[in-house]
């Protein structure tokens, strides 16, 4: 039992996997890497030590003293990030708890509504009507919010599923303009898409592309003032497919686009209700994740235009 407990914990890779951190932040890591540093850091001292030091004694004293010094920043340090792994499991499985707890009590109140407000309520006042689209407004942004801090913890653990297949990348953003269209249309924004004929199909996962279009494309509506108009262009290029959205929004002012791609950085120029700041590190991380690039230009008060690539095979 003993040795299979010590066979364990000489497991780095199993202990950085608890910790869920990336090996080179894993303390159990660190720890040999420091080691491999103090003999290195012995040695050198030892050559300089001979080349002008005469006394053995001495020589011998100073590595010692070295290799000491070194042992004990080593631990230190080692201790520190573990601490910091700690905390880092402990934040991980918190937000896995609380999002999985949350997911179906969120689930059930939506259908719930979703069946009071088609069936039972005929005879309802508009005031009640209200308040229940009130409620499921509320429960969509819940949801949304509980997924999207999945995303990240899937992101951040490295357990992204990515599923590839064959896709037309027209017919998925055709589909996501349909159903964006009464926010559009309630926003006074308008949607234009425009394509390249002939545009080859692309080798890549479907469910993760949507997430990023609705993310780009609800930002891009969410931050129009007034009335406004969202273009979306699809075109080749090379051997990628590039991916375009435009709108004449407020922007981004360039004192905030450095953080753009941030956990939980909302843009202080938002005029509608903001969401919870993951979307666009969520769209990057997949992009990325896909073997694409993402990028953006921005001029406040004038609208914002993104782009996005991705292999065609």
Not at 201 to 230: C, M, P, W
Request: with cysteine; proline share 3%.
């Amino acid at each position: 039992m003993k040795l299979k407990k010590i066979l364990h914990q000489l497991n780095i890779p199993a202990q950085c996997r608890r910790y869920r951190v990336p090996l080179w932040q894993c303390p159990q890591f660190l720890f040999p890497i420091m080691g491999i540093v103090i003999i290195g850091a012995a040695v050198i001292a030892y050559l300089i030590g001979t080349r002008y030091i005469k006394d053995p004694e001495i020589i011998a004293l100073i590595v010692l003293i070295s290799s000491g010094v070194l042992f004990i920043l080593t631990y230190i340090i080692t201790i520190s990030f573990e601490r910091l792994a700690e905390v880092s499991r402990m934040k991980s499985e918190f937000i896995s708890i609380v999002s999985h707890q949350l997911r179906s009590p969120i689930t059930n109140l939506s259908w719930a509504i979703d069946i009071l407000m088609s069936r039972g309520l005929r005879g309802a006042e508009k005031k009640q009507l209200e308040y229940f689209k009130i409620l499921k407004e509320n429960s969509g942004r819940m949801k949304e919010l509980v997924q999207d801090l999945l995303d990240v913890l899937r992101i951040e653990e490295g357990s992204l599923l990515i599923r590839k297949e064959k896709i037309s990348l027209v017919e998925i953003v055709k589909s996501l303009i349909f159903k964006f269209q009464p926010f559009a249309l309630s926003s006074n924004v308008e949607i234009k898409f425009d394509f390249d004929k002939n545009l080859p199909e692309i080798f890549t996962d479907s469910h993760q592309i949507k997430v990023v279009i609705e993310n780009l494309l609800d930002n891009a509506i969410r931050y129009i003032k007034r009335k406004g108009e969202v273009k979306i262009r699809l075109r080749k290029k090379e051997n990628e497919v590039l991916f375009e959205i435009k709108d004449n929004g407020v922007g981004i002012p360039e004192e905030d686009q450095k953080y753009i791609f941030q956990k939980f950085f909302r843009s202080k120029s938002g005029t509608k209700q903001q969401g919870s700041g993951l979307g666009l590190f969520i769209t990057k991380s997949i992009i990325e994740r896909l073997g694409g690039k993402i990028w953006f230009e921005s001029e406040e008060g004038r609208g914002t235009t993104f782009w996005f690539t991705l292999p065609i095979k």
